[in-house]
T-cell receptor, first 110, second 114 residues
């Protein structure tokens, strides 16, 4: 059975801290791994990863995929209160179906 | 602007009634759309894959007679929650697969059954 597991499930940090969110997966017909940020409504897209070892970066966020060990990490440096959200990892199969992890709830305190 | 439009964004209905949620792809044709459900403090769970012109494919544990999916055109998929109960209250969200394998989400619909 396909599954995506995220850790930790929740995290509380202070502004300026760096956080690392983990995502491991077991999915047949893997096409890509995606990271989303969800606040109050629909998830907003962060990264799509398809190749191992290539870091994707957007401002203070970065992510990398290891297709051999079947995991990905999402790093956020110099966290801000606006980073507080649920971060979702999803693996896309070759049919376009997304299998989501449980999400990591991040709270950044001032 | 939105690439996938979902309507309504919020709906309250009485127990026992049916409610329809629409998912439209704007400016592109989506032969495949997906419907997800998210309960409070939980992740998104895939309910079904909606294919234009054919029957939807439901995930295990999702009642196809309760959650009716119709994908009658290349830009519209609808999810009808029939005989809704309070436990159906949830956040429902659709996504559309664009040629080139880009996925776009709708804005989501909050359903409250009272």
């Amino acid at each position: 059975e396909d599954k995506v597991v995220q850790s930790p499930l929740s995290l509380v940090v202070h502004e300026g801290d760096t956080v690392t969110l983990n995502c491991s997966y077991e999915v047949t017909n893997f096409r890509s791994l995606l990271w989303y940020k969800q606040e109050k409504k629909a998830p907003t897209f962060l990264f799509m990863l398809t190749s191992s070892g290539i870091e994707k970066k957007s401002g203070r966020l970065s992510s990398i995929l290891d297709k051999k060990e079947l995991f990905s990490i999402l790093n956020i440096t110099a966290t801000q209160t606006g980073d507080s959200a649920i971060y979702l990892c999803a693996v896309e199969s070759n049919t376009g179906k997304l299998i989501f992890g449980q999400g990591t709830t991040l709270q950044v305190k001032p | 602007g939105a690439v996938v439009s979902q309507h309504p964004s919020r709906v309250i209905c009485k127990s026992g009634t049916s409610v329809k949620i629409e998912c439209r792809s704007l400016d592109f044709q989506a032969t495949t759309m997906f419907w997800y459900r998210q309960f409070p403090k939980q992740s998104l769970m895939l309910m079904a894959t909606s294919n234009e012109g054919s029957k939807a494919t439901y995930e295990q544990g999702v009642e196809k007679d309760k959650f009716l999916i119709n994908h009658a055109s290349l830009t519209l998929s609808t999810l009808t929650v029939t005989s809704a109960h309070p436990e159906d209250s949830s956040f429902y969200i659709c996504s559309a697969l664009l040629t080139g394998n880009t996925i776009y989400f709708g804005e989501g619909s909050w359903l409250t059954v009272v």
